[in-house]
């Protein structure tokens, strides 16, 4: 018994050791594996899906770019595992990837509960429903007795109980595990409503049969601010995919772009010349260069760029700016300042 | 032996079977303490939330089929149950329909006839080399097609429904006085066990056979009966209607719920098949023969003779079948059936995020479940065992 | 045996007529029966038949050649994704790696079924030996091949890795486990009959979960494991308790004299175990251990509950894709996958079948 004693408390002692970095040791995985692992969805026209060739596009998957830019200069190292909205928390803790960048809404319960950490929205959403035409129906209060599709464990099932329970509507969840098998049980008639962020609606209406048989219904029964996470106890992580994003909304209000970054070093404006390390050393004490920024917006392009690109005006999905655009155009995009 | 003593006495055998245990042991446990070890430092690295407290906290969302009350309010513990109901009631009905497919395959297997044996062998060997995921797919999209929407809905006499939606049946709910009826009732059935042990006892005693089935009957019938009219027929049906976009009111067995009813006890009766040809070619030749020698027909020589002996081969392999389909039917969380697995090991772990205690909940049900099945499986075929002269 | 030769007796071959009397049409009840019989066979094949060949499209590029043929299969559908559905998102470029993994496979296998082939235990032994790390450098990369991460594998590719591993790695542990629950020392015993029966008792699913969420949690920190990998072992610890349970069968129907006469022939436990007992035991598990394989093929399916993309899961999200979004792409997609398991499934079902037979004949000898 005291032998068996002694070699536990020696695995213990043996288990503490790594447990202790001084730098972030996210950062310092990312750069001895030579590539960053992101979470992203299983395939969300707009967001992040693999084109014909296997190449991941996407809001989502450009925000993974950017960071790998700004780490390796090269966009390309990512490595990309699809997850589904149920196992993605868990994944993450579990140490699959280091990020996840996959349309998460940001709640209190998953930030202080689940040992994650949601490090800014990327894209301001909301729950909406999209139904036939041929139901007749033009607002979500007349849903009532209604059988509704969604998918198991995401925010999407909790608001849609509340909104039904508050309007007093009698309804039937059909929750599934994929969003692939949500769209085939919707269009093959299982249910009367889809439900989820009103930008997987205009994705998924892509993939169905007839998508101009189908409408979205004007009701947006929830706030969704959409966005990264990454695991709690490791700040400067935190801190880097933080400013990662802040640096894209920034190189957007600062009207600095892929095109004209090289122009822009020679710029006085001194925000801009923080911003793009022509003065000062920002990138340093996160692990990374003085020119992070110019390396994120040469390769990827600001926020508004990857916006337009994958779900705005440049896109099949043809999404307006919406709330989405900067607080200067009366939007909701607001970064704080390098300084 | 002189050798004996000169091997010191921590090589003896018997010392080095103790040694050995005790290392295998040690290991084991070292290997487990490492793991939980590891597993709470990262809880605490990541400050995930543990414990259970969790089951006593509102879940806040809905769940299509519960058997018991259930509604957003209700808790995670709540959910638990609801998710072991669901599994229990697919399972339980599975069993009865794929006892009654595979008996019939089996039987089939061996007939005289040749088509009837060639497409029962077709059968067997189509649906036991297809995964049953894909079996599932397919069932669950074959019917969402096959039957109309809700306003095209096939109705029989107003009462019972059937589309896309679900099968709607009318729903029995009780009014007062209904416990009367449910006591009579279960006065009748114990007054029928009591019934036939006596005839068994008085068949065996004097040979003197009674006619224990329409006693049977009347006891089990007529005692809830005119309970039923004393009380003033406190049963009443709830019938569906069309109302809004969706049937309302009785009681309906959704299209998750049928697919997977269909793909499971169709699938799992091609095993069951195997065995019961297989437990049926090992009942000695000399039995049928005898069998026929005393003019009995086939179906009659099935029915008294071969079967009651094929049963105690068939039994083993046929428990682990049961067993089987319960644990299979673990993969409703591909279609949106509200299973065990669906419910908790899906959606509740998702909004809880406690990966650890959640799994081993859900493992517990399931090896609870087996467990129990094969010692009472181990000792019905024990008794069956003893009976043999 | 010295049974004198037996003449087989005179048959006389039945005529058509007189073989539907006997065989189909023997009785009334049995005429009605074969007749109901008929309907439903015709009823099944001939809107299948029509289904998959008659009314399906077999050319095109996207849903646009599918559209027309509104009840028939979608063919293009596979014949455009049939890439992605051998190797997933394996490189292009590196796809002939596969392909020789794919081809060492299926010509050792056609050297160890086909019968009077030489060599076959060392061929066996190096199948399970040699071939797994062969297979492995091939696919993963090293030695000057470009790496391939496992987020890339797919498709059949995947199907396979996922039960030709399990099969292999739960050989050997299953058949500790199984000598561990035969042993007469209580602690060996116990250990072998709770784990044995701990995985036997829970659904694969669960061990999946399992894997892919709790078992990084278990690792030392910061250590993380592959997606693939954890599957690997939740299924090679999934079916090494099934695989204890035919090795057992195994040696249960191995006579005791076996066993004393290797005793006595002054043999130690392992050894009298490894020269004697278990090359017979495994000769007569065989057919149960092919059976464990089959049954281990169909449930690598469950892996894309986890989100790995193996046949079925890359079928299915094909026929999410937009471009072939279609009435028939489901439908299609589901047959084909379950064309392609029947045709591995039943070929080693057969095959499992003839060697029962052949071990059968040496056991009347």
């Known amino acids: 018994m005291r032998l068996l004693v002694s070699a536990a408390l020696l695995f213990l002692g043996l288990a503490a050791v790594p447990a202790m970095a001084a730098n972030s040791p996210t950062l310092e995985k990312v750069k001895k594996n030579g590539y960053l692992r992101c979470g992203v969805s299983e395939g969300l026209p707009g967001f992040g899906q693999p084109d014909n060739k296997g190449v991941w596009t996407g809001l989502d998957v450009d925000f993974c770019r950017a960071i790998a830019s700004a780490i390796f200069n090269d966009p390309m190292k990512v490595r990309f595992t699809p997850t589904s909205a149920k196992v993605r928390f868990t994944a993450l803790q579990a140490g699959e990837f280091d990020l996840l960048s996959r349309n998460t809404t940001w709640t209190i319960s998953r930030d202080v509960q689940l040992g994650l950490e949601f490090i800014g929205v990327i894209y301001y959403d909301g729950q909406g429903f999209l139904v036939p035409k041929k139901l007749n129906v033009t607002s979500a209060k007349q849903l009532n007795g209604a059988n509704v599709c969604t998918n198991t464990g995401t925010t999407t099932e909790l608001n849609l109980a509340d909104y039904f329970r508050a309007n007093n509507l009698k309804y039937k969840v059909i929750a599934f595990e994929k969003n692939n098998e949500v769209i085939a049980a919707y269009d093959a008639g299982r249910c009367d409503a889809y439900t989820t962020d009103a930008s997987g609606l205009y994705a998924e209406r892509l993939k169905l049969r007839v998508p101009g048989d189908h409408i979205i219904l004007p009701e947006i029964i929830s706030k969704e601010p959409l966005g990264p996470a990454v695991n709690q106890g490791d700040p400067q992580w935190a801190d880097l995919v933080r400013w990662t994003l802040f640096a894209l909304l920034n190189a957007e209000e600062l009207g600095v772009n892929s095109k004209n970054v090289d122009q822009m070093l020679k710029s006085p404006n001194p925000e801009t010349r923080r911003l793009l390390g022509v003065e000062g050393a920002f990138g340093e004490p996160m692990g990374l260069t003085k020119d992070w920024v110019v390396r994120i917006v040469k390769r990827v392009g600001n926020y508004g760029e990857i916006f337009e690109r994958n779900v705005g005006q440049g896109s099949p999905l043809k999404i307006k700016r919406g709330q989405n655009a900067l607080w200067k155009n009366g939007g909701l995009q607001y970064a704080p300042p390098v300084r | 032996m002189p050798r004996a003593n000169s091997i010191p006495w921590w090589r003896t055998r018997r010392m080095r079977d103790v040694l050995f245990q005790v290392a295998l042991l040690l290991g084991v446990m070292l290997l487990i303490a490492a793991m939980v070890n590891n597993a709470a430092e990262t809880l605490q690295r990541q400050k995930i939330a543990s414990g259970f407290a969790f089951l006593d906290h509102t879940a806040g969302f809905d769940i299509v089929q519960a058997l018991v009350a259930y509604n957003e309010a209700s808790t995670y513990g709540r959910v638990l149950l609801v998710g072991i109901l669901n599994t229990l009631l697919v399972a339980f009905i599975g069993i009865v329909i794929t006892t009654i497919i595979g008996f019939a395959i089996g039987i089939g297997q061996l007939s005289k006839n040749w088509l009837i044996a060639r497409l029962c062998r077709v059968y067997v060997e189509t649906l036991r080399n297809i995964p049953l995921l894909l079996q599932i797919f397919f069932w669950y999209f074959a019917v969402l097609r096959a039957l109309p929407g809700p306003r095209e809905s096939w109705g029989l006499f107003d009462t019972v429904f059937l589309n896309n939606r679900g099968l709607y049946l009318p729903g029995p709910e009780a009014q007062a006085g209904f416990g009367f009826v449910v006591a009579a009732f279960a006065a009748g059935v114990m007054a029928s066990i009591l019934l036939a042990i006596r005839a068994r006892a008085v068949r065996e005693a004097t040979g003197r056979v009674m006619p224990v089935d329409a006693m049977a009957a009347a006891l089990i019938i007529l005692p809830p009966a005119v309970a039923s009219a004393v009380a003033g027929f406190p049963l009443h049906f709830s019938i569906p209607a069309l109302s809004g976009l969706n049937f309302d009111g009785g009681l309906v067995v959704l299209p998750e719920f049928m697919a997977l009813v269909a793909a499971l006890s169709t699938y799992t009766a091609s095993y069951i098949a195997e065995a019961v040809r297989a437990g049926i070619e090992g009942v000695a030749k000399g039995q049928t023969e005898a069998a026929s020698a005393l003019g009995l027909t086939r179906g009659q020589m099935l029915r008294l003779v071969v079967v009651p002996q094929a049963m105690r081969q068939i039994i083993p392999p046929l428990t682990s079948q049961y067993l089987n389909l319960t644990k299979n039917s673990s993969l409703a969380v591909a279609i949106a059936y509200p299973d065990l697995v669906s419910v908790f090991a899906g959606t509740s772990l998702n909004q809880t995020g406690q990966a650890i205690e959640i799994i081993a909940i859900t493992m517990a049900v399931y090896l609870t479940i087996s467990l129990t099945t094969s010692a009472f499986m181990n000792w019905y075929n024990a008794r069956i065992a003893l009976t043999e002269r | ?365």
């Not at chain 3, 020789?100 to 056609?110: P, Q």
């Not at chain 3, 790695?169 to 709770?194: D, H, Q």
């Not at chain 3, 954890?230 to 195994?250: D, N, P, T």
Request: charged share 10%.
């Open chain 3, 1 to 365: 045996m010295a049974t004198p030769a037996r003449k087989p007796p005179h048959v006389v071959m039945p005529g058509p007529i007189e073989w539907l009397r006997e065989n189909l049409f023997s009785s009334w009840g049995n005429g009605a029966l074969t007749i109901s019989a008929g309907l439903v066979a015709w009823w099944t094949i001939v809107p299948l038949v029509q289904w998959a060949f008659i009314d399906a499209a077999w050319v095109g590029t996207d849903r646009e050649a599918c559209l027309p043929y509104a009840n028939g299969a979608c063919w293009p559908f596979i014949t455009q994704r049939i890439g992605q559905i051998v190797y997933g998102s394996y490189d292009a470029a590196e796809r002939w790696r596969v392909d020789i993994a794919f081809a060492i496979l299926a010509g050792a296998l056609v050297w160890l079924t086909v019968p009077g082939l030489p060599a076959k235990r060392s061929a066996g032994t190096a199948m399970l030996t040699l071939y797994p790390l062969v297979a492995f450098v091939l696919l993963v990369g090293g030695f000057g091949l470009e790496h391939v991460p496992t987020e890339k594998w797919g498709g059949l590719l995947m199907t396979l890795v996922v039960a030709i591993t399990g099969i292999v790695a739960s050989l050997p542990f299953g058949i500790l486990l199984a000598l561990g629950r035969r042993s007469e020392l209580p602690v060996v015993k116990t250990l072998s009959v709770v784990f044995i029966e701990f995985w036997r008792g829970v659904p694969l699913v669960t061990v999946l979960f399992m894997a892919a969420y709790m078992l990084p949690l278990f690792l030392p920190g910061g250590l993380s494991v592959d997606k693939l990998l954890g599957a690997l072992i939740a299924v090679a610890l999934f079916s090494s308790a099934y695989m204890a349970e035919v090795v057992r069968g195994g040696l249960q129907a191995i006579p005791k004299g076996q066993y004393e006469a290797a005793q006595a022939m002054g043999l130690g436990y392992w050894q009298a175990t490894a020269f004697v007992i278990l090359p017979q035991a495994l000769r007569l598990s065989l057919p149960n251990i092919v059976g464990n394989f089959i049954g281990l093929l169909k449930d690598t399916s469950l892996v894309s509950i986890i989100g790995l993309f193996d046949l079925l899961n890359i079928v299915q999200v094909g026929t999410a894709n937009a471009d072939w979004a279609t009435p028939n792409t489901a439908f299609t997609g589901y047959a084909f996958a379950g064309a392609l398991f029947w045709l591995m499934c039943y070929s080693m079902s057969r095959y499992a079948k003839y060697l029962e037979g052949v071990l059968g004949a040496g056991e009347r000898r």
